[in-house]
């Protein structure tokens, strides 16, 4: 198994977009930080380690569509 780690510095100019199981759809501003609650980092910068053999992002844990939602209202 491989690891790909991803560490970016991304400088306030990030953009997130959800649809939950409804078809619901958050967005966030142009300018938002990268949310600090959904595991891939925080503030200006995007951190994960992806398993090249399955695809999944590695200590990834399940997120609620409320969490997700909170987190990019947030940023």
């Known amino acids: ?9 991304s400088s306030d100019l990030n953009t ?3 649809k939950d199981k409804n078809g619901k759809i ?5 300018y938002a930080y990268v949310p600090d609650d ?3 980092g925080g503030g200006d ?3 994960m380690e992806i398993d090249t053999e399955t695809g999944q992002i ?5 997120l ?7 987190a990019i209202k947030n940023a």
């Open 1 to 9: 198994m491989g690891i790909l780690t991803i560490s970016s510095k």
């Open 16 to 18: 997130f977009r959800y």
């Open 26 to 30: 958050t967005k966030s501003n142009d």
């Open 38 to 40: 959904i595991g891939i």
């Open 45 to 47: 910068y995007v951190e």
């Open 58 to 62: 590695l200590n990834w844990k399940k």
């Open 64 to 70: 609620t569509d409320e969490e997700v939602i909170d």
